[in-house]
C-alpha cells in the first residue's frame, strides 16, 4: 500500500490544442494509472494514482516526449492522500484559470493528413479541412480559452456519428480533437464571383484550379484571412494584380507546390529547408537560383524572393502538375489591414479579383504569414505571425505589463505571470484600419490570458498612435526611448544581464535631445543606458515625405557639403530641388537627424537612382541587391573623438562615391565599397569604446540590420575583434521586435526603482 501513490499536476505552456490530452490519456493507461485529465484555464491539471514507479515513468514521459506542437514550460506536482481510480478519462474542462498558460499558433497540416486527401479510399480525399490533433487552425479560430470546440468558430458544426467516434477512440489519432470534422459535418467551400453570386453545380476546387492556370486573380480564405492568388508563371495576371493593389515594385511571396518546385526556382540550404518544411511553414526568404524561370515583376530588382509551401489541405488541392507556383499574397490594398470578414471582402476586394474561394468557418484573429530568413544557418524571424504567434518568451518579473509598440510594424506584448506573450504584426496604425485591428487584439490578448496590466510601456514620441492610445489609459505609463527598446529587445531575448555596447541602426525614433535618432551607439542595461556615439547630425527638410521620396534626403546631404545637387539629380525637376534647399537654409519643416537609414537613401538615390519609393525601405533593399560580394574596398571616413560621444562623419564616404561615379565605377562596386565602409567605421566606432568602458559584448538592433550583406559583415568583423556578438532572431530585429524590447525595459525599471511613470522624454532614465 506504501508504494500506492497520488498526486495533483498542473503543467503549463502550449498545452491545448497540441493533443496534450490525449497523450496524458493513452501514456497514463499503458502504464496502468487511474485519474484524469483536464482543460483548465489555460493549462492542464491531473490527477494520476498508482504504483510510484509508474507515475515516476509517466512524468518522465511527459516531460521528454510530449506531442510535436507542445511546449511544456513549467510543471506543478502535489501529493494527496491515496486514492484509487478505475480508470483514467479526460474530463471536461474548467474555466478557473490559476496557473500559467499558453495560447496555441496555427499548425500547417501533418504528413498523416496529407496523405489523407490524397488517397482515394480515405472518406477525407479532397476534402479541404481535413485536420487532427497534431494539425490545423488553432489561435486564428480561438474565442475564448481552455481550447475547446465550444469556445472556437468550430462551435458551428456539430460532429457527425463518424467524426463523433473517432473523437471518442483512444486509438485514434483524432482521440479529442476539437476541429474533427469531414464532408458530412465540417466546413464547406464555395466559389463566387466578385458580385458575390454563387457559382453553383461544380467543384470549386477544381474549378478555381482552372481560373488559376486561365490567368484569373483569386481571393482565397486561409486559416487567417484571405489571399490574392494567381498563377506566379503569367506575367500579364501579376501586372494585373499589382496595379490593382497599388503595390507596383514590392516583392510578392510565391507558394511553390513542394520542396521539388522551390528548388527548381531557388537555392535553398539544409537550415531553409527544414523551415520551409516545419509546421510553422513560414515564407523564407531564398536566394533566386534561375530568375528566367518565373517572371521578372515576382521580385522585380531583387537576388531574393519569399517562397513558402502550401500549409492547407486547400492550398494542397489547388495545386496541378501544369500549376506549381502561385503568387499568395496578403488580401489587402498595399499598406492595410489583411481582410478577413466575409461581409467586408466584396467591398475590399471586389474590384480586385475575379472570383471568391471563400468557406464558412469563422476566422476570429486575422494573422498574415511569417516572414524568416536564414542567416548563418540560423533562422531570423523577419515578421512574426501565423505559426510563431503569439510567441512567448520568460520574463524575471511579477509585474503586469503591456507594450504598445512604435507605429510601424506594430505588435504588442503583454506580460502575465513571469511570461511576455507577444503577438502578432500588426502593419503601421497611421492605417485607420490597422489600428482599429490593433485595438481588437489588445482586447482578445486581456480577455484569453486574463490579463489586467496595471502598467503599459510606449514610446517616446506622441504622435505615435500607439502613444496616444496608452496616454489615455488609466493606469501608469513608462516612457521608452525606441532605441533603447530595440537594444533590451536583443538583451531579452539573449537573456543578457550584463552591460552591453548597443549598436542601433534604423530610420527613425525620437530621442532624448528631440531630435530624430537612427545611427546609435549605446552602453547600458536592460534599465538605463547613456548615448556614447553616433552618425552625424544632418538638417533633413520634408518629414515623412522625405522618407517616401528619398531624394529630398540626397539633397540634404549635398547642401550641407556645399555640394549643387542639380546635374546628379537631373531627373528631379530643379525647381523642387530649389525648394528643398530654401526649405533647409530657412530652416522651414526641418528637423536634425542621426538615422543611417537616411544615409542609404541618399546613396541609393546617387548609385542607383531610386527617386521615390513605394514600399518601406525600398531604396536601401536595391542598393543591397546590387553589391558586388567580391569587392573588399572601403572609402575613407573620419571619426570625431568627442569627450563624451563619438561621432561618424558621412561626408568623405559621399565625396568617395561622387568620385567613383566620375570614374564610372560599377552600381555593383560602389554599393558594396560604400557597405564595407558602414561595417568598417561601425566597428571601429566599436572599438573605441570598448576602449573607453571595457565592455565586451555587443547587441545590433534595428531594421537596417534586416540587410543581410551589411548583418553578416558587421557581425563577422565584431567578432575577429573579440567581441560578442547577439541579434534578434526568435523576434524581429525591426519594429516589430519594439513591443518586446519595451517590455524589457519597463520590467527593469520596475524592479530596480528607476522610473517615473506618465513621464515625458525630459523624465527619461538615461
Not at 514550460?73 to 480508470?87: D, G, L, T, V
Amino acid at each position: 500500500m506504501n508504494d500506492l501513490k497520488r498526486y495533483t499536476v498542473h503543467i503549463g505552456g502550449i498545452v491545448q490544442g497540441v493533443g496534450m490530452r490525449p497523450h496524458i490519456y493513452k501514456t497514463a493507461r499503458q502504464l496502468g494509472l487511474g485519474g484524469w485529465v483536464s482543460n483548465q484555464g489555460t493549462s492542464i491539471i491531473m490527477e494520476i494514482a498508482g504504483s510510484k514507479k509508474a507515475i515516476r515513468e509517466f512524468i518522465t514521459a511527459l516531460l521528454e516526449n510530449p506531442p510535436s506542437s507542445a511546449k511544456i514550460s513549467n510543471i506543478k506536482i502535489k501529493s494527496k492522500h491515496y486514492k484509487a481510480y478505475k480508470s483514467f478519462s479526460i474530463i471536461n474542462s474548467s474555466i478557473e484559470n490559476q496557473f500559467q498558460g499558453f495560447i496555441p499558433p496555427d499548425t500547417a497540416i501533418c504528413d498523416e493528413c496529407i496523405k489523407e486527401i490524397h488517397d482515394k479510399m480515405n472518406r477525407r480525399y479532397m476534402y479541404p479541412f481535413t485536420n487532427c490533433i497534431s494539425c490545423g487552425p488553432r489561435y486564428s479560430i480561438i474565442r475564448t480559452l481552455p481550447y475547446d470546440r465550444a469556445n472556437t468558430s468550430m462551435s458551428a458544426f456539430e460532429m457527425c456519428p463518424a467524426c463523433r467516434s473517432e473523437y471518442e477512440n483512444p486509438d485514434n489519432r483524432r482521440f479529442h480533437a476539437q476541429t474533427n470534422c469531414c464532408f458530412d459535418c465540417g466546413p464547406k467551400l464555395v466559389l463566387l464571383d466578385n458580385k458575390g453570386r454563387s457559382i453553383d453545380g461544380i467543384d470549386p476546387v477544381a474549378t478555381a484550379r482552372q481560373l488559376l492556370r486561365e490567368g484569373k486573380l483569386i481571393g482565397i480564405k486561409g486559416i487567417g484571412g484571405y489571399h490574392l492568388a494567381c498563377n506566379a508563371c503569367d506575367e500579364k495576371v501579376i501586372d494585373l494584380l499589382r496595379k490593382k493593389k497599388r503595390r507596383p515594385d514590392r516583392p510578392l511571396a510565391i507558394m511553390a507546390a513542394s520542396l521539388e518546385a522551390t528548388k527548381l526556382i531557388c537555392r535553398v540550404t539544409d537550415k531553409e529547408e527544414e523551415i520551409l518544411m516545419s509546421r510553422q511553414r513560414p515564407i523564407v526568404l531564398l536566394e533566386k537560383r534561375f530568375p528566367e524561370l518565373l517572371p521578372h515583376n515576382i521580385a522585380p530588382g531583387m537576388n531574393r524572393m519569399g517562397v513558402m509551401l502550401p500549409y492547407t489541405p486547400l492550398h494542397y488541392l489547388l495545386f496541378h502538375e501544369e500549376l506549381q507556383y502561385l503568387i499568395m499574397t496578403s488580401g489587402n490594398i498595399s499598406g492595410m489591414p489583411i481582410c478577413y470578414k466575409d461581409r467586408e471582402v466584396l467591398e475590399k476586394l471586389g474590384n480586385i479579383v475575379d472570383f471568391f474561394l471563400i468557406h464558412d468557418r469563422e476566422i476570429f484573429t486575422p494573422i498574415d504569414d511569417s516572414v524568416v530568413r536564414v542567416i548563418d544557418e540560423k533562422e531570423m524571424v523577419i515578421r512574426n505571425a501565423r505559426g510563431y504567434s503569439p510567441a512567448d518568451l520568460q520574463i524575471d518579473s511579477d509585474s503586469e505589463i503591456m507594450a504598445v509598440s512604435a507605429e510601424q510594424k506594430s505588435s504588442l506584448c503583454l506580460v502575465h505571470k513571469g511570461y511576455v506573450h507577444s503577438a502578432q504584426y500588426m502593419g503601421n496604425l497611421y492605417e485607420m484600419n490597422a489600428y482599429e485591428e490593433y485595438l481588437q487584439v489588445i482586447k482578445r490578448m486581456r480577455v484569453l490570458l486574463g490579463a489586467k496590466s496595471k502598467i503599459i510601456a510606449h514610446d517616446l514620441h506622441t504622435g505615435y498612435h500607439s502613444t496616444q492610445w496608452a496616454i489615455k489609459q488609466p493606469v501608469e505609463r513608462i516612457p521608452i526611448q525606441h532605441h533603447h527598446a530595440h537594444m533590451a529587445a536583443c538583451m531579452g531575448e539573449h537573456n543578457l544581464k550584463q552591460d552591453v555596447i548597443g549598436i542601433i541602426y534604423d530610420g527613425t525614433g525620437i530621442g532624448t535631445d528631440g531630435a530624430i535618432w537612427g545611427g546609435e551607439f549605446f552602453i547600458g542595461s536592460r534599465g538605463k543606458f547613456s548615448r556614447v556615439g553616433h552618425w552625424k547630425y544632418i538638417t533633413l527638410q520634408g518629414g515623412d515625405s522625405a522618407i517616401k521620396e528619398p531624394w529630398k534626403s540626397a539633397v540634404s546631404y549635398l547642401y550641407d557639403m556645399g555640394i549643387s545637387s542639380e546635374e546628379l539629380l537631373n531627373s528631379i525637376n530643379s525647381l523642387k530641388v530649389n525648394v528643398i534647399q530654401n526649405a533647409i537654409k530657412n530652416n522651414v519643416n526641418c528637423f536634425k537627424s542621426s538615422s543611417i537609414g537616411r544615409l542609404f537613401d541618399c546613396v541609393s538615390v546617387l548609385v542607383t537612382k531610386r527617386m521615390h519609393i513605394t514600399y518601406d525601405a525600398q531604396a536601401a533593399i536595391e542598393l543591397e541587391s546590387v553589391i558586388d560580394p567580391d569587392v573588399t574596398d572601403c572609402y575613407p571616413y573620419f571619426i570625431h573623438e568627442k569627450k563624451e560621444k563619438l561621432v561618424i562623419g558621412y561626408e568623405e564616404i559621399i565625396l568617395g562615391i561622387l568620385q567613383d561615379m566620375k570614374k564610372r565605377k560599377t552600381d555593383s562596386y560602389i554599393s558594396a565599397k560604400f557597405h564595407n565602409t558602414v561595417c568598417k567605421a561601425t566597428i571601429d566606432c566599436a572599438c573605441r569604446i570598448r576602449n573607453r568602458c571595457e565592455i565586451g559584448d555587443i547587441v545590433l538592433g534595428g531594421g537596417v540590420f534586416e540587410n543581410t550583406y551589411l548583418l553578416k559583415n558587421m557581425k563577422r568583423g565584431l567578432e575577429e575583434c573579440g567581441f560578442n556578438t547577439y541579434y534578434n532572431m526568435k523576434l524581429p530585429i525591426n519594429d516589430g521586435g519594439i513591443s518586446f524590447g519595451q517590455v524589457v525595459v519597463a520590467a527593469e525599471m520596475i524592479k530596480e526603482g528607476i522610473y517615473v511613470p506618465s513621464g515625458s522624454s525630459k523624465d527619461y532614465n538615461h
